[in-house]
């Protein structure tokens, strides 16, 4: 009997819901619904509909119910930091703000000088310093008076509250809590001193699960809405690219992955946290993976600075497909003009192309003004962007690299392939670009692999699958990757790379 398992799939744009299933040692998927994810600003602040959110979960669940499958559980995946506020009352006691909210900006630079110092909250969790983490968020609510958070029971991240309306059971599941900056990696726990420095206590956040433990079944009322029966929810990797990093169809333990949409997340998966002087200085992050490992990573602007552009173009632009777009920038001479992709100018600015303009200026460059001349220094920038983080992995992958962290690290060898994945996985420049500034071969594919790797732990929590790599195994046999090999001109490459340097520093 084939069983069938429901993934929903959340990102900070759009959502799916998708149905899986298994057979022959192969992966079968079949996306049900798909929907926007609509920031709401309304009283100087931004905010996410969860109730929008949790209906178009019903609304996917009533599909399964009318074809009259039988599911064998359900499981949620989410963007990281964001949360919700639950009253004594077991109510949703406001939508919960966006980590887009400008509330954050100023925050991170109080908390840490007058709360917990930046050393110290590294030290304690190894996650990257950004200033909507929730940690800050948090801060940044109680310095205002939040109401929410001031009522509040506890405090859900978004697909425990998510699941916690399906099933009304709490959970803290352990890949979402560790993007909050609250999360100790070598206990596996909440801090107790970052939880009380905004005024919260460890009752506040539900139990700490791991990705694959069932959270509790759908409760009566959601039973009726949708037709099914008593489906179990399973606390999968909650964050989008937990499930994702899960989904790397790797052979081995040799290799770096790309995930790559609107953010691009670069990095290598690890036995253990890696948290020293180096680490702290690259601000690179801990995050929690499955079957106890770290995916040690770093975050980077990704094409959020390409999307924010074509937003801008004028119509005629926007009507011609990425491939045609992408295509003219491929005119340009290369190289023309580099930007740092993640200087501040880029993180949310009224105006993308007058940022990108107004950088090549103050660093003396020519200034892109057609959509091609723009494209062609998002795409080379982040190339570059890349190959200087890759770099860095490579650094902590290899303990010849750096001798002094061997003992710290353990050996955990070379990376000999980097693995993109995500919806950027199909933009087949940039990848071509990736594999050229990096020097290593590049596997692109699969696209869709948060919701595969939410579908994945599903099948292992229910023992259709062993461990990750049986996981892993099964992946690559069911999607089609395509492989990219260094080419061109090497030499130019690497004297575009010494001008970023100079440029991004």
Not at 175 to 196: F, H, K, N, V
Not at 307 to 326: A, F
Request: include cysteine.
């Amino acid at each position: 009997m084939k069983k069938y398992y429901f993934a929903v799939d959340l990102g900070a744009t759009s959502g799916r819901t998708i149905l899986g299933s298994l057979a022959d040692g192969r992966l079968e998927q079949e996306e049900l619904t798909r929907f926007p994810n609509n920031l709401i600003e309304t009283g100087g602040h931004v905010y996410w509909d969860i109730y929008a959110l949790y209906l178009e979960m019903i609304k996917g669940l009533q599909v399964v119910g009318k074809r009259g499958l039988e599911l064998t559980s359900i499981g949620i995946d989410t963007w990281g930091v964001d949360f919700v506020f639950i009253g004594e009352d077991d109510a949703i006691l406001r939508n919960p703000v966006a980590y887009r909210d400008p509330h954050t900006f100023a925050a991170i630079d109080d908390y840490l000088q007058h709360v917990v110092s930046q050393r110290e909250v590294y030290d304690i969790t190894g996650i990257q310093l950004m200033n909507f983490n929730s940690l800050f968020q948090l801060h940044a609510m109680r310095k205002a008076g939040n109401a929410a958070m001031k009522h509040c029971k506890k405090v859900l991240f978004m697909p425990d509250a998510l699941s916690w309306m399906l099933t009304g059971e709490a959970v803290c599941e352990y890949t979402i809590a560790s993007t909050s900056q609250m999360l100790d990696p070598r206990t596996g726990y909440l801090s107790e001193r970052l939880i009380e420095s905004v005024g919260l206590t460890r009752s506040h956040f539900g139990r700490m699960v791991q990705p694959g433990t069932k959270i509790g079944v759908l409760t009566p009322e959601v039973q009726k809405m949708t037709g099914l029966g008593a489906v179990p929810v399973i606390a999968v990797a909650g964050h989008d690219t937990g499930a994702a990093v899960a989904a790397v169809p790797a052979k081995d333990e040799q290799f770096a992955y790309l995930s790559s949409g609107t953010w691009s997340l670069m990095g290598i998966e690890t036995k253990q946290a890696i948290i020293n002087d180096r680490s702290y200085e690259l601000n690179f992050t801990n995050e929690g993976g499955v079957e106890g490992t770290t995916r040690f990573l770093k975050n980077i602007c990704g094409m959020w600075l390409y999307e924010r552009c074509r937003k801008e173009w004028p119509e005629e632009v926007r009507k011609l497909s990425h491939p045609e777009l992408q295509g003219s920038a491929m005119q340009v001479e290369s190289f023309r003009s580099i930007i740092n992709p993640d200087d501040k100018a880029f993180a949310n600015p009224s105006s993308m192309i007058e940022a990108i303009q107004g950088y090549c200026r103050r660093t003396g460059q020519p200034v892109p003004e057609t959509p091609a001349e723009l494209c062609r220094c998002i795409f080379d920038s982040l190339a570059l962007r890349y190959r200087q983080v890759f770099g860095w992995l490579k650094e902590f992958k290899d303990p010849t690299v750096n001798r002094g962290e061997q003992g710290r690290m353990g050996r955990m060898g070379r990376i000999n392939v980097l693995h993109v994945i995500g919806g950027g996985s199909l933009n087949k420049y940039l990848t071509q670009f990736t594999a050229d500034a990096c020097g290593v071969e590049v596997l692109a594919g699969p696209q869709e692999c948060t919701a595969i790797g939410n579908i994945m732990l599903q099948a292992k929590a229910s023992g259709d699958v062993s461990d990750i790599w049986q996981m892993r195994e099964i992946i690559a046999n069911s999607v089609e990757m395509v492989a990219y090999h260094p080419s061109g001109d090497q030499a130019a490459w690497d004297a575009a790379y010494q001008r970023y340097l100079e440029i991004a520093k």
